[in-house]
């Protein structure tokens, strides 16, 4: 899933310009399906790993395809010249569901159209040059900033082992009667809304309540797309013990969703998948992220008869 961008439907050269400012991260390795409103604007996303199944890049686009107001639909694959028959055949079989322009192939600094007839790039390939287009600059003016590898994402939610130390000694230190795992969740949210940072005896207590399923309910009804709420929970992931870090990569992962930052989403949530398979939350949350399902149209927080409960088994 995609943020908003400038219009990018002006050429090639402009799309792939624009596509490391929506997804987030340099691509590499990877193969993206964009879909396109009547305005030229990128709405909607997928990104698959270039190993991934054909047959499940087809599902999943053709699924989103059908699920949104998309009119045209692009195919773009980041990896060797060998790839270009794979991306041929996604486009040729999305094109029953929505109108496919540009099938792109970006290999060592050059881009190949791929479309049938297409004259935008000779047979050897045009090089890519985003300083040639005005949408590094339009996107940078938006506010957004481009990770130079997906290896980044990783260090985003990578383990602060100092920290992890403080708080493990912090946890030792937890007098056997804990306050409300409720009451905990409500008073670290309200820190890091004022901007603050838990201490570290903070943090083993807010590590300790999330552990029970009230406390974590509460922890995800009121998570958003806040951004205190994204440095909150990306500082407890890094900063908790393994033993702890689930849920609050779970509920970072929730955040980036709502942000549409599906690959921080991704890395998040594999983080927390990795300490707990198969815990009901990551399973939840990944089912959210693999549907054409956008933010807006899941009310959020949810009405307060709702059983989340039940969700979470």
């Given amino acids: 899933m995609l943020e908003s961008a400038p219009p990018v439907a002006r050429g090639p050269a402009d799309l792939l310009a624009a596509l490391p400012y929506v997804v987030g991260v340099h691509p590499e ?9 009547l305005d030229g604007r990128l709405t909607d996303g997928l990104v698959f790993d270039r190993d991934a199944s054909l047959a499940l890049m087809l599902e999943q686009s053709i699924a989103m395809a059908s699920a949104t107001d998309a009119a045209a639909a692009f195919v773009v694959g980041y990896g060797p010249l060998s790839d270009a028959d794979t991306l041929t055949e996604i486009a040729d079989k999305l094109h029953t569901a929505v109108r496919v322009g540009h099938c792109l192939l970006v290999c060592d600094g050059r881009y190949y159209c791929l479309g049938s007839g297409c004259p935008c790039t000779p047979e050897h390939g045009a090089v890519l040059d985003p300083d040639s287009s005005v949408i590094p600059a339009e ?3 938006r506010g957004r900033a481009v990770l130079p590898s997906a290896q980044d994402l990783d260090a ?10 403080r708080t493990t000694a912090a946890l030792a230190a937890l007098p056997e009667q804990l ?20 201490a570290d005896q903070q943090v083993a207590e807010l590590a300790v309540a999330l552990t029970a399923l009230d406390g974590c309910c509460a922890a995800w009804r009121a998570t958003t797309d806040q951004q205190w709420q994204h440095d909150l929970w990306r500082d407890l992931t890094r900063r908790v013990p393994d033993a702890y870090v689930t849920t609050p990569a779970n509920l970072l992962a929730w955040n980036a969703w709502r942000r549409r930052e599906s690959l921080l989403a991704w890395t998040a949530l594999t983080k927390a998948a990795t300490a707990s398979p198969d815990n009901a939350l990551s399973v939840l949350i ?3 992220l693999t549907t054409p399902l956008k933010p807006e149209q899941l009310p959020w927080p949810l009405p307060e008869n709702f059983p989340i409960e039940r969700l979470l088994g």
């Fill in 179 to 198: 306050a409300d795992p409720v009451d905990v969740v409500s008073a670290s949210l309200a820190i890091a809304r004022a901007g603050g940072q838990l």
């Fill in 286 to 288: 990944a089912t959210i």
């Fill in 29 to 37: 390795q990877c193969v993206l399906v964009l879909f396109l409103n």
């Fill in 156 to 165: 985003m939610v990578a383990a602060d082992t100092d920290a992890q130390q």
């Fill in 139 to 141: 996107m940078t003016l």
